[in-house]
């Protein structure tokens, strides 16, 4: 896919990111919820959308991380877990955190996402 290809293809890609406490006692005890898009902005950089810190993890999972896991069968294990999430609001694939933004599994998935109808 050439550069011109891929600048226009990502003029409809959305990133949002959800800072995370993976249970209900970590989430308490980390600090408020601006922390994590605060501390995400001014160390990477990120302009993209981000949900207020959230547990994403078992039986007291916010309703939306609870539904990808469902969906893909992939919980969050770390930090920096991924969901891709199509056009119509379906999740179709998950990455965990050691899959790298720019790794080309998760970069031909998002091509093939937003070149599908």
Known sequence: MTTSSRTALA????????????????HAQTGSAATPATATASTYGVKFPMFSKTVVKGR?????????????????????????????????????????PLRAPLVTAIERALTSK
Do not use: M
């Not at 893909?72 to 790298?100: C, M």
């Open 11 to 26: 003029a409809s890609l959305v990133l949002l990111a959800a800072g995370c406490g993976s249970s209900p006692s970590v």
């Open 60 to 100: 007291q999972a916010n309703p939306l991380f609870a539904e990808l896991t469902k969906a893909t069968g992939h919980s969050p294990a770390w930090n920096f877990h991924k969901y891709l999430v199509d056009r119509r609001g379906q999740a179709i694939a998950s990455f965990s955190s050691e899959t790298t």
